[in-house]
């Protein structure tokens, strides 16, 4: 498998509460994309960061990857109900043609 | 922004049956990818398709899958014929380029396999 150490499987907390999500992967990568998938839909890529970017930043979200230790993290800050959902990472490597492997995934759940 | 649109959404079919899910890729894209989700679990890679041709799949793709895009039309994944563990929900995305580009993804077609 490309994914080393499982993601967290759910997650609950209150809304305006800050979140991290942490994946990491075992074969080296260039770019790491961030998904959300509610319910019901295809995902839809919320952030992709690149090994130049270290850390990329898009509203409220923000992703980190640190290519050394293969772990990328994704937070949002002050979590709103209608960002409850499914978060996917997924890796990309050159050689694969676009070929996504995606991790576990979290389900996190926003409470009003 | 881009849409993926797939048809249909759900269907169900009896085992041994053949089946067609079809795709309609962002216009202007070249690459296209079929992914495999069963409920509860994370996505999975198919294949991949550029240039009229199947540039990689993964285990997943037995011998009774078949993908392609005639004539520029709906992108295709074929399954002849079915079995009960190809039931899953089947993504389809496209992208402008090959690694490291923007996948946009369709809502999935629902295949039930009685």
């Known amino acids: 498998s490309q994914w080393g150490e499982e993601n967290l499987q759910a997650l609950s907390i209150q809304e305006g509460e800050d979140v991290t999500m942490n994946c990491s992967y075992k074969t080296y990568t260039t770019v790491v994309h961030w998904y959300r998938q509610d319910s019901g839909r295809g995902p839809a890529l919320i952030i992709l960061i690149r090994s130049n970017e270290r850390e990329k930043r898009s509203g409220r979200l923000r992703a980190t990857l640190d290519t050394s230790s293969q772990s990328s993290s994704l937070s949002i800050t002050a979590a709103q109900c209608e960002d409850t959902a499914v978060y996917f990472c997924a890796t990309d490597v050159d050689y694969n043609q676009g070929k996504l492997i995606f991790g576990q995934g979290t389900k996190l759940s926003i409470k009003p | 922004g881009p849409k993926v649109l797939q048809i249909p959404s759900h269907q169900i079919i009896d085992m041994g049956q053949m089946v067609t899910l079809n795709c309609d890729p962002v216009?202007?894209?070249?690459?296209f990818y079929w992914y495999k989700q069963i409920l509860g679990q994370q996505m999975e890679f198919l294949v991949n398709?550029?240039?009229?041709?199947?540039?990689?799949k993964s285990k997943l793709f037995k011998d009774q899958f078949s993908v392609e895009r005639p004539d520029g039309s709906y992108f295709t994944l074929k399954i002849q014929p079915t079995a009960l563990e190809d039931s899953a929900v089947y993504f389809c995305?496209?992208?402008?380029?090959?690694?490291?580009?923007?996948?946009?993804f369709g809502p999935g077609t629902r295949l039930l396999v009685l």
């Open positions: 398709f550029y240039n009229g041709k199947v540039m990689e």
């Open positions: 216009s202007n894209h070249l690459y």
């Open positions: 995305a496209s992208s402008l380029g090959g690694a490291r580009d923007t996948q946009y």
